[in-house]
Every structure is written in C-alpha cells, then in structure tokens.
C-alpha cells in the first residue's frame, strides 16, 4: 500500500519538530510544505528533504494527492484553515490553542464531521513519555485515590536565546552571564504576532503555553467542574505585556480533588534547554503516595529521574523512559497518522480540545471577572474588533 501523504502548512519555529514524527514512517510520508512566506518554505523543503513545496494553500487543498494537512500558523487562522481543508476533504491536525474561542471551535468540528475526516488538536504534553508514565501509575493505584495535583512553570532564564526580555534585564541586573546560551533561536517574527492580542487570541503564557497545561490536567484527572484564577499582566518589554505571574486553581468534576497550576517568570535564572526556557514541574497526590515529573520542555534538574515515585515510606526513581520533549512530539504525529489509518479518533480530537480551550478561557474570564467560573456555564466573549498589544490593551 501507498504512503498516506501530509503536508505541513506553515514552516516556522515549531515546524522543526513536525517532521520526526514521519521520519522512517512506513505509513506515511511529508509529502509538501506551503507557507505564505514562499522562500522559507523553500528552505525548509530542501533542509527536510521534502519533496513538493506548493504555492498556495488552494493548490494543496486541490492536490488529490494529499490525505491531510498540519496546520502550524498562528491562532487566529487556525479555524479558517481547518474549516476550508475540510471541506476539500483533507484529514486536520491543527496546533494547540484550538482556536481563538467555542464558536471557532464549534465551527472546526462541524466540517469535520459533515465532511467525514479526522479532526487532531496537536498537543504534545499528553505524549511526553514521563507524563504517560505518571498516568500508568496513577490508573494502576499506586499512590491511592486522586487527591490533587500541582503543576508549576518558570520561564524566562538567564542567557535565553528565547526570552529577549529576560537577557535584557539580567543585563541590566549586572548579572554574572558566563553561563553557556541555552534555549532554542526563536525568530522576533515568531514573538511579534504572539504579543497581539487579535491574533494570539490570549495572552503568551496563560492562553498559548497554558493551553498544554490545562490538557495535562485534564488528561491526568478528568472534566473541570470549576475554576479561579489571578492572572497579572507584566511588561516584559516597552509596551508589551505577558500575562504572569498567574495562579490558577480548579476542582475537578463529581470528585474532591482540587488543583493549581501557578506560572512564576524568573529572569535571573539560568534554565537549561534544547528547545524554549521554560521548565515544568508536575506533582500528583494521591490517598497512598505522591508522583513527581521534574522535566519537560526544559531540563532544569537533570539529576533528578524524569519520574519519582513516593509510597509507604519509600522514593523510587524512573529513569528508563526517552525523555526529550521531542518525543512528545514524534508520538503525537504518530497519533494523528494512525487515526486516520486506523480510522478511530486521534486522542484530542475536536469535541476534547475544545472543552480544553473552555478550561483556558474561563481561567482568564475569572481573573478578569475576580470570581469563580463554572465551566458549564463559560459563553464566549465578543472578539475583538482591532489589533490590540497586551501593553496598549492594559493601558486602555
Ligand atoms: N506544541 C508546542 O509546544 C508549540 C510550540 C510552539 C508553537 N506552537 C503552536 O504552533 C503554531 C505555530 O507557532 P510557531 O511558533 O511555529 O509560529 P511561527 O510564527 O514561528 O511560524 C508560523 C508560520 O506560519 C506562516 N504563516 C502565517 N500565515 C500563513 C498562512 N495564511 N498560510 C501559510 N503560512 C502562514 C508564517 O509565515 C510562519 O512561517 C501556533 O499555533 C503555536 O501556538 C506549539
């Protein structure tokens, strides 16, 4: 049987690590890239060794060659672009955040399921081999009953080549810089649309990044019946705004178990990463023992064991598991190429990613509204009518 042929549509920063997951793939094949940017998707085709660089999006769309698409732009074309390859009849993998609100999304699953294909959400956190691993033993009982969890982010770091602020005001600080650079190169166009409000949708960290924390969560201990969030907007650079620190907590549905998930910007501190500097620690209790994951983007303890388990007195570490955040990315490609081969759901599909953005979007209408917000009973907000930066969008 033939390959089953993708194409990956936008080849930005995140694209790099879209293509592993086809690699030595017997199943499938990145046949073509288009970006609107024409001469990046030339050099990331020759760079990948893939084949076909299309020239607009209508002409992949019109290609019978092509089985589904991967939508890697920024969030404010994320339904526009599911909505028209369903309707060509191209299977969807489109990036996390879903979309820009419920509407959106409604839309996304909508064509997908009148128009017969698959519908993915890329989240890759799910996929992170430690975070299964926690899962496995969590469903196995070996800490007990659920009782809570605990996720904690830091960003920024000390010598980023991704947190330009953050290098900025150590330098300003007279911090001691003779720490190797660390972090991925990220592009200042890559940032730009990120800090604006009508095209990210919400805000870099909450919104965007937070979008794989509230998945995460979701994915470790079910439905969110409500939540409460402070969300504090700080500038990180003249007129630009991010939204942390922030401290979100929620109880999930038809159970007492409670959990905060609280972001804390560290710009002084050197966070040692392959990929962005931002590092994540995951910590579940349960009635018997607790599970620790100490990595994920970044690797800010690398000797401490991906996974640590404590019961009855005792720690054991796990440390036989791969454990490069690339790998989270190499299994959710899987994911999405084995739906549509197997023809079952990818394991976000549009109905679950859209109760995940729910969760993101009553965390920052909490905050905003400083009360709790019953998932249930979260509405979308109106959008806004013009280009707003998060610094402008504060002062107003
Ligand atoms: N899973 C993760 O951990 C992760 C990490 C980073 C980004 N992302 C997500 O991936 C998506 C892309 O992010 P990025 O960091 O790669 O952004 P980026 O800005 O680096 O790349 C986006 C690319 O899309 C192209 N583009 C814009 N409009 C287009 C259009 N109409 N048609 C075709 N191409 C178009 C741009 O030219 C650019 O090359 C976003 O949804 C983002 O949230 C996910």
Redesign the pocket.
């Known amino acids: 049987m033939s390959k089953l042929k993708f194409v990956l549509?936008?080849?930005?920063?995140?694209?790099t690590?879209h293509v592993i997951g086809y690699q030595n793939n017997p199943d499938a094949e990145l046949y073509g890239v288009?970006?609107?940017?024409i001469s990046?998707?030339k050099k990331f085709a020759k760079e990948y060794n893939i084949p076909k660089v299309y020239d607009s999006?209508e002409e992949v769309l019109a290609d019978p060659a092509v089985c589904a698409v991967e939508?890697?732009?920024?969030?404010h074309?994320?339904c526009e672009?599911t909505v028209q390859a369903c309707e060509a009849k191209k299977h969807v993998s489109?990036?996390?955040?879903m979309a820009l609100n419920l509407c959106e999304c409604d839309k996304m699953i909508e064509a997908a399921k009148k128009n017969g294909v698959k519908l993915k959400v890329?989240?890759?956190?799910v996929f992170y081999p430690p975070y299964q691993l926690a899962k496995k033993l969590l469903d196995a009982g070996e800490i007990g009953e659920p009782a809570g969890l605990r996720y904690k982010m830091t960003n920024c770091g000390l010598n980023s080549q991704n947190a330009p602020a953050a290098k900025l005001r150590a330098k300003m600080a007279n911090v001691d810089e003779k720490l190797e650079t660390t972090g991925w190169k990220?592009?200042v166009?890559?940032?730009?649309?990120?800090v604006n409000e009508s095209l990210?949708g919400g805000g870099p960290i909450v919104f965007?990044?937070g979008?794989?924390k509230f998945s995460t969560i979701m994915y470790m201990l079910g439905d969110v019946e409500k939540v409460n969030a402070w969300i504090e907007y700080t500038p990180v650079l003249p007129g630009v705004c991010q939204d942390a620190p922030a401290v979100i907590m929620w109880k999930h549905k038809n159970k007492n178990v409670f959990g905060v998930f609280d972001v804390t910007s560290a710009d002084e501190m050197y966070i040692n990463s392959k990929?962005?500097t931002c590092d994540e620690r995951l910590e579940l209790t349960g009635s018997r023992g607790i599970i620790w994951v100490t990595r994920c983007?970044a690797t800010l303890l690398p000797e401490i064991a991906p996974v640590v388990m404590y019961r009855d007195g005792k720690l054991t570490e796990y440390w036989d598991m791969p454990c490069d955040?690339a790998d989270?990315?190499e299994a959710?490609t899987k994911d999405f190429i084995q739906a549509i081969k197997d023809n079952r759901e990818p394991v976000l599909n549009g109905e679950k990613g859209r109760e995940v953005l729910k969760f993101a979007l009553a965390s920052i209408d909490s905050s905003k509204k400083k009360c709790e917000i019953y998932l249930d009973s979260y509405e979308d907000k109106a959008l806004l009518k013009r280009r707003k930066f998060f610094g402008m969008f504060r002062r107003s």
């Open positions: 549509i936008g080849c930005g920063r995140i694209a690590l288009y970006d609107k940017n990046l998707a999006y939508i890697l732009v920024p969030h074309l994320h672009l489109v990036q996390k955040p890329f989240e890759n956190f990220v592009d166009r890559s940032l730009a649309w990120r990210a965007d990044d979008y794989h990929y962005y983007t955040w989270s990315f959710s």
